[in-house]
T-cell receptor, first 114, second 114 residues
Framework: DQQVKQNSPSLSVQEGRISILNCDYT??????FLWYKKYPAEGPTFLIS?????DKNEDGRFTVFLNKSAKHLSLHIVPSQPGDSAVYFC?????????????FGQGTRLTINP | GAGVSQSPRYKVAKRGQDVALRCDPI?????LFWYQQALGQGPEFLTY????????KSGLPSDRFFAERPEGSVSTLKIQRTQQEDSAVYLC????????????FGPGTRLLVL
């Protein structure tokens, strides 16, 4: 059973517009969420995180929104740039002891068109 | 400072061969994780160390997989009698302290079993 789901395998966005990547989770014990970006032949690079006590976290062009009641989070990138083209993974974890691992979604390939 | 490093970056093994994959975490990071990433999927948790103690090995797919971190820094993931289904990218991540801190990933080792 997939506890973290990214239902869009790919997304194409015009440069300068907003990119919105979505992620759903099923386990209500998750209370810490992260977004990673991955280029080919490299490891995932941390982008931004949010804990369940917040519903929004912003860092420059990147904003993550968390809707706990819907078990849904999204990553907004604005404005989108060609260098943002990569695969994006959302991941979830628990802050309680014994729930240390990250559970990842399948990823969304974002392509920014000039 | 230096990030997480992994070696080798690529490994080709014949079925039945034993392999050893190395991870050098960020200096001073207490926690270390191993993940397996199949083609087109998100990373999946294998095992977790806090210092030299292996606290969670629930993700190891079989008893052919073994991980160690004897001095609480460098870790080795060993796969005995490799099978074709072991072909994947093996990612190592380290984290400074407890849950709520970010996991930082290495570039991964791409293993191909023929």
């Amino acid at each position: 059973d997939q506890q973290v789901k990214q239902n869009s395998p790919s997304l194409s966005v015009q440069e300068g517009r907003i990119s919105i990547l979505n992620c759903d989770y099923t386990n209500s014990m998750f209370d810490y969420f992260l977004w990673y970006k991955k280029y080919p032949a490299e490891g995932p690079t941390f982008l931004i995180s949010i804990s369940s006590i917040k519903d929004k976290n912003e860092d420059g062009r990147f904003t993550v929104f968390l809707n706990k009641s819907a078990k849904h989070l999204s990553l907004h990138i604005v404005p989108s740039q060609p260098g943002d083209s990569a695969v994006y993974f959302c991941a979830a974890s628990g802050l309680v002891q014994g729930a240390q691992k990250l559970v990842f979604g399948q990823g969304t390939r974002l392509t920014i068109n000039p | 400072g230096a990030g997480v490093s992994q070696s080798p970056r690529y490994k080709v093994a014949k079925r039945g061969q034993d392999v050893a994959l190395r991870c050098d975490p960020i200096s001073g990071h207490v926690s270390l994780f191993w993940y397996q990433q199949a083609l087109g999927q998100g990373p999946e948790f294998l095992t977790y160390f806090q210092n030299e103690a292996q606290l969670d090995k629930s993700g190891l797919p079989s008893d052919r997989f073994f991980a160690e971190r004897p001095e609480g820094s460098v870790s080795t993931l060993k796969i005995q009698r490799t099978q074709q289904e072991d072909s994947a990218v093996y990612l190592c991540a380290s984290r400074s302290r407890g849950a709520g801190e970010t996991q930082y990933f290495g570039p991964g080792t791409r293993l191909l079993v023929l």
